[in-house]
């Protein structure tokens, strides 16, 4: 079992243009599309979270279930759904504004162990962020590597939100020695101000960077950069794209038995390439239609691993 620790929410996606555009609601946060494209593509998946007793919380819970996602680990608790108001901008990427005050998912807690099935364990975005949950996540960052699981972080930079850059960018570097693959993209790797060789002489087997429509690199331990192009696709946003290579590579790596940082360097050029492309079509099919609707198994047929 694959299990997704971090934030669910609702986006607030504009139905038009200008700054008054219809917002409508959609089931969001940078885990929480992970744990449901894990679920579409056939990987036994569980949800760690806390989530809102209220309607954007129960309809949260509702889309993971549907994913056939294990929703037993989710915590749950009085308080509002986090909300992210997004903007599209003429090219389909989306940014965002947060609305995180007193919101359930802030007020996350260890559970007391993880299912006995878990072989890895998938962490980012704003869980990683907000107190007093993301010493939490951080907590259980680090159980879980102690136990010799599977880590897996995408910090998911969300910049408007990180009071204190210098500080993140420590805690970051200290998350490190307990990450097996660390994935983030070109944009987040500039801001946070490292370089591959840097990040994987602390702790992860490997990295892999997101290019956007310019496709995925993977830099490993030994030295090996692999690296495939984008699949050209007519993009109608953005959102969930990241979180879907996530989703991708981690269960092409379930799928091959290579949930571990020995197998991440036993991969080789056919297994990286291979497994790197799957990931580029997953996030093409989520670009190509409205908000974070990821793909299903029946989709991705014919990209063997």
């Given at each position: 079992?694959?299990?997704?620790?971090?934030?669910?929410?609702?986006?607030?996606?504009?139905?038009g243009?200008?700054?008054?555009?219809?917002?409508?609601?959609?089931?969001?946060?940078?885990?929480?599309?992970?744990?449901?494209?894990?679920?579409?593509?056939?990987?036994?998946?569980?949800?760690?979270?806390?989530?809102?007793?209220?309607?954007?919380?129960?309809?949260?819970?509702?889309?993971?279930?549907?994913?056939?996602?294990?929703?037993?680990?989710?915590?749950?608790?009085?308080?509002?759904?986090?909300?992210?108001?997004?903007?599209?901008?003429?090219?389909?990427s989306?940014?965002?504004?947060?609305?995180?005050?007193?919101?359930?998912?802030?007020?996350f807690?260890?559970?007391?162990?993880?299912p006995?099935?878990?072989?890895?364990?998938?962490?980012?975005?704003?869980?990683?962020?907000?107190?007093?949950?993301?010493?939490?996540?951080?907590?259980?960052?680090?159980?879980?590597?102690?136990?010799?699981?599977?880590?897996?972080?995408?910090?998911?930079?969300?910049?408007?939100?990180?009071?204190?850059?210098?500080?993140?960018?420590?805690?970051?570097?200290?998350?490190?020695?307990?990450?097996?693959?660390?994935?983030?993209?070109?944009?987040?790797?500039l801001?946070?101000?490292?370089?591959?060789?840097?990040?994987?002489?602390?702790?992860?087997?490997?990295?892999?960077?997101?290019?956007?429509?310019?496709?995925?690199?993977?830099?490993?331990?030994?030295g090996?950069?692999?690296?495939?192009?984008?699949?050209?696709?007519?993009?109608?946003?953005?959102?969930?794209?990241?979180?879907?290579?996530?989703?991708?590579?981690?269960?092409?790596?379930?799928?091959?038995?290579?949930?571990?940082?020995?197998?991440?360097?036993?991969?080789?050029?056919?297994?990286?390439?291979?497994?790197?492309?799957?990931?580029?079509?997953?996030?093409?099919?989520?670009?190509?239609?409205?908000?974070?609707?990821?793909?299903?198994a029946?989709?991705?047929?014919?990209?063997?691993?």
């Open positions: 079992m694959i299990v997704v620790a971090g934030e669910a929410l609702i986006d607030l996606v504009p139905q243009t200008g700054a008054l555009a219809a917002l409508q609601p959609a089931l969001g946060g940078g885990p929480y599309n992970t744990a449901v494209a894990l679920g579409r593509l056939g990987s036994a998946t569980a949800f760690c979270s806390r989530a809102s007793d209220d309607a954007f919380g129960e309809a949260l819970l509702e889309g993971l279930r549907r994913a056939g996602v294990d929703v037993s680990l989710v915590e749950r608790g009085p308080e509002p759904t986090t909300l992210a108001a997004a903007t599209i901008d003429p090219r389909g989306a940014s965002y504004s947060f609305y995180v005050e007193g919101t359930a998912d802030r007020l807690t260890a559970p007391a162990g993880l006995a099935t878990t072989r890895a364990v998938s962490f980012g975005t704003l869980s990683l962020v907000l107190e007093p949950g993301a010493s939490a996540y951080e907590e259980l960052m680090r159980d879980a590597a102690g136990q010799g699981l599977f880590t897996a972080l995408d910090p998911n930079i969300r910049a408007g939100l990180i009071a204190d850059p210098d500080a993140y960018r420590a805690r970051f570097k200290s998350w490190l020695p307990s990450v097996t693959l660390l994935k983030l993209s070109e944009e987040d790797a801001w946070l101000g490292g370089t591959p060789h840097e990040w994987l002489a602390a702790g992860p087997s490997a990295v892999v960077i997101t290019h956007g429509g310019d496709g995925l690199s993977a830099f490993t331990r030994d090996t950069v692999y690296s495939v192009p984008g699949e050209e696709v007519a993009v109608v946003d953005t959102i969930g794209a990241g979180d879907t290579v996530n989703a991708a590579l981690l269960h092409g790596l379930a799928a091959q038995d290579a949930l571990s940082a020995e197998a991440l360097l036993g991969l080789g050029a056919d297994g990286w390439t291979g497994l790197l492309r799957f990931a580029a079509r997953a996030a093409a099919i989520t670009c190509s239609r409205a908000g974070a609707e990821p793909p299903y029946s989709e991705l047929e014919g990209f063997a691993l």
